[in-house]
């Protein structure tokens, strides 16, 4: 009687210790890491329409947003810029107005409030007509803090870009193609996440990848860009770097 008593505590020690030791895992990882929520994309078949995302309900507990807008412009994009729209009220910094030729992309942040899930964030671009479409993708972080960006243009060849990078980051990269639209293959270690191929007009691409998994870097230079196809004479990269908060 004594011995079987003796054991069941035994076994329930056991279990509290493993669901302890999971728990504390889970907490250490947590507090350690960006904590990558998820993305959702959004896209407008026309430059002057709007790119409507619904968040999703994965993005509720979030404490950072990013936005992605990405579309072609006139020939003097310094005018042309992305304007966003949104239901739950959140407060965006658009970071980043990178100019690819005639084409741009934008990048923006805002702290997490609370309401989230089923917002509607929207965005259209400030030309007057255009038929060659943007998009726009969004992404939610639980413990994410915007540390920056870095940006290259290019003609021809294989777009890539290096930075050094601390161990943690999640690193997402921006890609635009002014001529040539078949979707890219990503350098070993992201994978795609969203792209629009241009069919008309000057056959634009604008794609968007992201590490894998999120903030898995152990810290040092980095290799970001393509592997395939080569490029066309106007291409942009812009890397988006977030740290753990």
């Known amino acids: 009687m004594v011995r079987r008593a003796v054991t069941a505590v035994a076994r329930v020690l056991v ?46 507990g979030a404490n950072l ?12 994009p310094a005018t ?12 965006w910094t658009r970071h980043d107005h990178h100019i690819v030729f005639g084409s741009i992309i934008d990048v923006y942040t805002a702290p997490a409030n609370g ?25 939610a972080y639980r413990h994410g803090h915007f540390e920056g960006t870095t940006e290259r243009n290019g003609h021809f060849g294989i777009p890539q870009l290096r930075q050094s990078v601390p161990a943690g980051e999640d690193v997402l990269t921006a890609f635009g193609d002014g001529r040539q639209n ?31 998994p999120p903030g898995s870097w152990s810290g040092g230079e980095m290799l970001t860009g393509n592997l395939a196809p080569p490029a066309s004479a106007y291409w942009g990269l812009v890397n988006v770097n977030i740290a753990p908060a």
């Not at 994309?41 to 968040?55: C, F, I, K, Q, Y």
């Not at 990013?66 to 579309?71: E, H, K």
């Not at 042309?80 to 407060?91: A, K, M, V, Y």
């Not at 890219?184 to 894998?212: K, M, N």
């Open 15 to 60: 279990l509290v210790l493993a669901v302890s030791g999971l728990v504390a895992c889970g907490s250490v990882s947590d507090r350690g890491g960006v904590g990558y929520l998820g993305a959702v994309s959004a896209d407008s078949p026309l430059e002057n329409g709007v790119a409507r995302a619904t968040l999703p309900p994965t993005f509720q």
């Open 80 to 91: 042309q810029h992305s304007l966003l729209g949104d239901t739950g009220r959140h407060q």
């Open 182 to 212: 078949t979707p890219i293959t990503p350098v070993p270690g992201f994978r795609p996440l969203h792209a629009l191929p241009i069919a008309d007009g000057d056959r634009d691409l604008y794609q968007v990848s992201r590490l894998e």
């Open 115 to 139: 309401s989230e899930a089923g917002a509607v964030l929207s965005s259209e671009m400030t030309v007057k007509r255009g038929d060659e479409g943007h998009t726009l993708t969004v992404l």
């Open 65 to 76: 947003l990013v936005a992605i807008a990405m579309g072609d412009g006139p020939d003097s």
